[in-house]
T-cell receptor, first 110, second 114 residues
């Protein structure tokens, strides 16, 4: 059962533009959400998180938005840089559980 | 502070064999989780161990098992290997429980089953 879905397997954007990565979840018990970034041959690294009591969290070029009623979150990267090219995983946790999406491969073209 | 380490990094086995993967968490971290990553499936949760007890388990067959030692190091075992078990196996540690906390991932063990 895919409780966390990232429906876009890939995304390509131009350097300097905005990248928007989307994630949907089905389990209403999830109350903490995270984004991880993964480069080839490395394990995922934590990027940014948001608690269900908030609807937005910002860290530099990265902003995560949470829409609880729609069970949807998104990661905005502004401006996008070539070094942002990686696979991005959305994760949702709650009730002693942690689930990841399938990932979105972001390519930022110079 | 040393990161999460996983051994071995690469492994080739044949169908029917068994394999044991090892994970050493960041010092002080008590929670260790295991994930399987395959193309198109993302990170599939296998199980989480906390203070030597399995706290949570994903939807994997009983051929997949694990354990955690008193020093928080963890091992994962897969018996009667199948071709579909070929994947990157990632271990992640966190200070306390996995839920609600950032996890730190190791580089993974690439398992190939022939």
């Amino acid at each position: 059962d895919q409780q966390v879905k990232q429906n876009s397997p890939s995304l390509s954007v131009q350097e300097g533009r905005i990248s928007i990565l989307n994630c949907d979840y089905t389990n209403s018990m999830f109350d903490y959400f995270l984004w991880y970034k993964k480069y080839p041959a490395e394990g995922p690294t934590f990027l940014i998180s948001i608690s269900s009591i908030k609807d937005k969290n910002e860290d530099g070029r990265f902003t995560v938005f949470l829409n609880k009623s729609a069970k949807h979150l998104s990661l905005h990267i502004v401006p996008s840089q070539p070094g942002d090219s990686a696979v991005y995983f959305c994760a949702a946790s709650g009730n002693n559980d942690m689930r990841f999406g399938a990932g979105t491969r972001l390519t930022v073209k110079p | 502070k040393a990161g999460v380490t996983q051994t071995p990094r690469y492994l080739i086995k044949t169908r029917g064999q068994q394999v044991t993967l090892s994970c050493s968490p960041i010092s002080g971290h008590r929670s260790v989780s295991w994930y399987q990553q395959t193309p198109g499936q993302g990170l599939q949760f296998l199980f989480e161990y906390f203070s030597e007890t399995q706290r949570n388990k994903g939807n994997f067959p009983g051929r997949f098992s694990g354990r955690q030692f008193s020093n928080s190091r963890s091992e994962m075992n897969v018996s009667t290997l199948e071709l579909g078990d070929s994947a990157l196996y990632l271990c992640a540690s966190s200070l306390v429980a996995v839920a609600g906390n950032e996890q730190f991932f190791g580089p993974g063990t690439r398992l190939t089953v022939l």
